[in-house]
Nanobody, 120 residues
Framework: QVQVVESGGGLVQAGGSLRLSCAASGSIFSIIVMSWYRQAPGKQRELVAVSTNSSTNYADSAKGRFTISRDNAKNTVYLQMNSLKPEDTAVYYC???????????????WGQGTQVTVSS
């Protein structure tokens, strides 16, 4: 009923930029929260950026370089990544907390993950 699809991952040179997209579709009444996580090999999954209707927040490692934004008409969230470093290399995951009806009860949906590799 609800699907989250990511795109935009790939290989990029250090110092370059990359934009990830995450589109939600299906039985969506309202998107409550959209966020980006990442997980590098041998490391814990970490929260990178969060977007609500009224605010955005970033991990310290992302602040000043990454920007999370929404296109509400498309039910899509973006992660613009600038000044990329090799330590940004990870699988990036999109998570959406979605209300499916007017009760506004939130349900969590994950994207499939997309690989981002930053070369030196």
């Amino acid at each position: 009923q609800v699907q989250v699809v990511e795109s935009g991952g790939g290989l990029v040179q250090a110092g370059g930029s990359l934009r990830l997209s995450c589109a939600a579709s299906g039985s969506i009444f309202s998107i409550i929260v959209m966020s980006w996580y990442r997980q590098a090999p041998g490391k814990q999954r970490e929260l990178v950026a969060v977007s609500t209707n009224s605010s955005t927040n970033y991990a310290d490692s992302a602040k000043g370089r990454f920007t999370i934004s929404r296109d509400n008409a498309k039910n899509t969230v973006y992660l613009q990544m600038n000044s990329l470093k090799p330590e940004d290399t990870a699988v990036y995951y999109c998570n959406s907390v979605i209300a499916r009806d007017r009760t506004m009860r939130g349900y969590s949906y994950w994207g499939q993950g997309t690989q981002v590799t930053v070369s030196s």
